[in-house]
């Protein structure tokens, strides 16, 4: 069951995929990007810090979602035979 380690780690980034979605869409709605250690981020105050930083998080998520593609694919062809060990 080659495919097994596949099949979860595409479950994995799938569920992080989601989780990052949802907060970057909230912090899209909302203009506010809450600091962990220190002062947040508003899109009023700092459009330009603000942005990029949506950007960099978007570019996160899209490279999540390309991982969990390669990873869901190698599971399916590992299952269906395409992929045979010697």
Do not use: N, Y
Request: net charge positive; glycine share 18%; aromatic share 10%.
């Amino acid at each position: 069951m080659p495919w097994l380690g596949h099949v979860v780690a595409a479950g994995l980034l799938g569920v992080l995929l989601w989780i990052g979605g949802r907060e970057l869409i909230e912090i899209v709605q909302s203009g506010w990007l809450p600091g962990r250690k220190g002062p947040g981020l508003s899109a009023g105050d700092h459009p330009v810090a603000f942005w990029g930083m949506i950007v960099f998080i978007g570019a996160g998520l899209a490279c999540c979602a390309g991982v969990a593609t390669v990873c869901a694919w190698s599971a399916f062809r590992a299952l269906f035979g395409q992929e045979r060990s010697h």
